[in-house]
């Protein structure tokens, strides 16, 4: 699926079988900040996971593939 950096950025940290990942703005920012360089032009394409976690009654943002 396609989305935005802003929607990108708000991607949650997550533990999948006892491996952690960091917020998917730790990991794409760097990239991005060097690419602006060449482009403002990003395209997004994310692939969420098939379980999904909530918090407050509100699912939780995260993506497996960037």
């Given at each position: 699926m396609e989305i935005t950096i802003g929607k990108l950025l708000e991607g949650k940290?997550?533990?999948i079988k006892d491996k952690e990942y960091l917020a998917t703005?730790?990991?794409v920012?760097?990239?991005i900040?060097?690419?602006?360089?060449?482009t403002k032009d990003f395209y997004?394409?994310?692939e969420v996971p098939k379980q999904l976690?909530?918090?407050?009654?509100?699912?939780?943002i995260?993506?497996?593939r960037v």
């Open positions: 940290s997550t533990i703005a730790e990991y920012t760097p990239f900040s060097l690419m602006s360089f060449f997004c394409k994310v976690t909530m918090t407050d009654k509100k699912q939780d995260t993506y497996n």
